[in-house]
C-alpha cells in the first residue's frame, strides 16, 4: 500500500520551525519585563521601608531622602523601559499570530490531503474488491 506523503511537508516543518521561533522571542520579552517588575517592586519596598524607619539623625535622612529621589529616578527609568519591551511584545506576538495562521493553513491544507488520500485508496481497495468478485463471479 502507498503511504501518504503531503507534497509540501518541507513548508509546514519551516513554518513550525518560524513558530517555535517566535514563541522563543516572546518569550524572551516577556521574561525582560517580568524582571523589569520585579525591580520595580523592589525598589518599592526599599522605599516603604526607608520611609518608614525612623530616626532623629539629620545625615541619616539626608541620605534617605536622597536614596528615595534615586529610586524614584530609577522607577521612572524601569517604566519606560516596561513600556519600550511592551511595545516590543505586542510586536512579537502579531508576529506569532500571523505565523500561526500561516502553519494553521498548511495543517489544514494537508488534513484535505489527507483525506484525499484515504478516499483515493478506500477507492481502489473497492475497485480491487469489486474486480476479484467479479473474476468469482465469472468463473462460477
Known sequence: MKKFQFKFESILKLREHKVNLAKEDLAKVIKEKQIRFDNLKINN???DE???SSTRDILFLQARNNRIEHIKLLNQKLNK?????EEIENV???KL???LKEEKIME????NDFEDFKKE????????????????????
Open 45 to 47: 519596598t526599599e522605599v
Open 50 to 52: 526607608l520611609l518608614n
Open 81 to 85: 523601559e516596561i513600556n519600550n519591551i
Open 92 to 94: 512579537r506576538r502579531e
Open 97 to 99: 499570530a500571523k505565523l
Open 108 to 111: 489544514k491544507l494537508k488534513e
Open 121 to 140: 485508496v478506500n477507492k481502489k481497495d473497492s475497485d480491487f474488491i469489486d474486480e476479484i468478485a467479479n473474476q468469482r463471479a465469472y468463473k462460477r
